[in-house]
């Protein structure tokens, strides 16, 4: 495929490129997601580890925006439930739904859909401010649905009452704090290397 007078690729093959682009940025994630869920976790009494999952759910939402970071975790998630043992404590298959944790994972496409929709400002901002922004949005992500969904998870599988769910979950929250902070850097010094990455969100 030539280009045409102006420099630029045909449609047809702009389009291939920027399909194959998705592809790949979406396939990197998945792995990412699932190296940092199989990372050694802090176990805890409610059998739902401290792990770096929200961490790279988040960031995949925040870095490849709210379809493409949404389609990395469902991915990721779909990968794990065929068997491939990719989850917290290097577990895999359907058998994962039965566990207390099952809400928090059903709820990590959400996440990222919605932090990476959150995020769209940060194309506009600069500084400091892109990077509030960024953390803001990873925040309110993680918070309105991977909590959420958690908490419903808990309620389910351990046969509590709101107020217990929501006793055990708020110990998640100052990791997944300091966690939306370290995936705000991140997607703040990626987006300043490669400008591209943030102009091409969706």
């Known amino acids: ?18 399909v194959a682009t998705d592809v790949a940025l979406v396939a990197t994630f998945a792995a990412f997601i699932a190296v940092c869920a199989i990372l050694p976790g802090i176990p805890t009494g409610s059998g739902v580890p401290i792990t770096l999952q929200t961490f790279a759910v988040i960031l995949s939402g925040l870095v490849l925006g709210w379809r493409r970071g949404a389609l990395a975790v469902l991915l990721y998630l779909a990968i794990g439930l ?6 917290a404590e290097a577990t895999g298959g359907l058998g994962v739904l039965a566990k207390p944790s099952a809400g928090y994972l059903l709820a990590f496409p959400l996440g990222a859909a919605l932090a990476g929709l959150l995020a769209s400002p940060a194309v506009r901002s ?7 922004v960024l953390f803001t949005a990873g925040v309110f992500g993680s918070f309105l649905t991977i909590h959420v969904g958690g908490i419903l998870g808990l309620m389910a599988r351990l046969d509590l009452d709101l107020g ?12 997944d704090i300091v966690k939306n902070a370290a995936a705000a850097a991140v997607a703040y010094t990626l987006f300043r290397a490669y400008p591209d990455l943030l102009r091409h969100r969706r």
């Open 1 to 18: 495929m030539t280009k045409d007078a102006g420099g630029a690729l045909p449609a047809p093959a702009a389009a291939r490129a920027s």
């Open 82 to 87: 065929a068997g491939v043992p990719i989850f």
């Open 126 to 132: 600069v500084g400091w401010a892109r990077y509030t």
């Open 164 to 175: 217990a769910a929501v006793a055990i979950d708020v110990v998640y929250l100052p990791g």
